[in-house]
């Protein structure tokens, strides 16, 4: 009878090591779940704030030059102050938008060339307000003709970056 009360203590004592190893495993697993999705959560919010900082980025590249050109065909002086604000405004939208990206991507080069084609407008930019002021507008429309490529090129890296931002929610989600 001992050695059978022995081997129920055993297998009991084995039962009970093999439970308390399963309940150690759950809360691991579940520990590691957790962290899992904690993850995830963060990289789903940073991609999403990155994905507003693009999409305020492209709307703003894609006014720009829209209010430059209504700035210059307009002839009286309060309408050309208004339209003097609205595309410091909109240049303002575009380079905080810009910035923003800088923060989150600090090694993308497509966004450190964004920077500086922003940095590059800036006195062109200042000389479109000025002649529109004058009413100089031929001069003024060809600073916006020499200004467009480079308000494309914003937009198509913007672009570019837009589609970089779905491969990677995209990886995120397999």
């Known amino acids: 009878m001992s050695m059978l009360r022995n081997r129920k ?3 009991l004592a084995a039962s009970i090591f093999v439970l308390a190893m399963l ?11 957790l962290q899992i999705n904690n993850k995830i959560e963060r990289t789903i919010d940073l991609s999403e704030k990155r994905s507003n900082a693009i999409l305020t980025a492209t709307l703003a590249a ?3 030059e829209t209010e ?3 700035l210059v065909i307009e002839d009286d002086l309060s309408l050309i102050d208004l339209g003097v ?3 410091i405004k909109t240049n303002e939208l575009l380079e905080e938008s810009i910035n923003n990206l800088r923060d ?7 966004v450190k060339w964004l920077a500086i084609l922003m940095k590059e407008m800036v006195p062109e930019r200042k000389e479109i ?3 529109a002021k004058r009413n100089s507008d031929a001069i003024a429309f060809d600073l916006i003709k020499y200004l467009s490529p ?5 937009s198509e890296i913007l672009a570019v970056l837009i589609q970089q931002d779905q491969k990677h929610i995209n990886g995120l989600l397999r």
């Open 62 to 64: 894609n006014s720009l």
């Open 85 to 87: 604000s609205s595309s």
């Open 9 to 11: 203590d055993k297998m």
């Open 150 to 154: 480079k308000i494309t090129e914003v």
């Open 104 to 110: 989150q991507l600090p090694n993308n080069d497509d």
């Open 23 to 33: 309940v150690v495993l759950g809360i691991w697993a579940a520990s590691s779940l």
């Open 129 to 131: 307000i000025a002649h």
């Open 68 to 70: 430059l050109v209504r």
